[in-house]
């Protein structure tokens, strides 16, 4: 268990696909519990593996009830639109704006042990999941900012 260093916006880091996992080891478990440990210490809704260095497709998620660990997530299904405010803890607050996102997400994704699962989460777990999906794709998401026409 340890805290790490979380990066900030302009690290090279941040900009990059993440590559996908392919050994689940005590590497990925440690990896799975310091992302934890980090999100905790920063009082974040989630964070991904690439905010803290590692360019592995790996995220966690724990905000309203919802706490998961996320390897190699994707979108399965989506439906409907919330819009709301965002902000990360690799971005200055001053950038915090109104991204529209899917208002109910599936997630297909594996655990640390190399099991497969599927969840489906709604409003802020939604949105949280979508951006730190984004994160896996070097995306931060201010460049998704809402505007109302
Ligand atoms: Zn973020």
């Known amino acids: 268990m340890a805290i790490r260093k ?16 392919t050994v689940f080891d005590d590497k990925l ?30 995220a966690v998620v724990n905000v309203d009830g919802v ?3 996320l390897v190699n997530p994707q979108i399965i299904a989506a439906e409907g639109q919330q819009i709301g405010e965002e902000g990360c803890l690799s971005v ?8 529209l996102r899917p208002q109910k997400v599936t997630v297909r994704a594996y655990d640390r042990y190399g099991k497969m699962f599927e969840r489906t989460v709604t ?12 994160h896996l794709e070097g995306i931060l998401f201010y460049t998704r900012k809402y505007q109302c026409k």
Do not use: W, Y
């Open 67 to 69: 706490k998961m660990e």
């Open 123 to 134: 409003d802020l777990p939604a949105r949280c999941v979508c951006h730190e999906l984004d």
């Open 29 to 58: 478990s440690q990896l799975i519990d310091d992302l934890f440990d980090t999100l905790k210490k920063a009082d974040g809704a989630g964070l991904a593996a690439p905010q803290i260095g590692v360019l592995r497709r790996v």
């Open 6 to 21: 979380i990066f900030q916006e302009g690290e090279e880091c941040l900009a990059k696909r993440c590559r996908e996992v």
């Open 92 to 99: 200055d607050f001053s950038k915090n704006c109104e991204v």
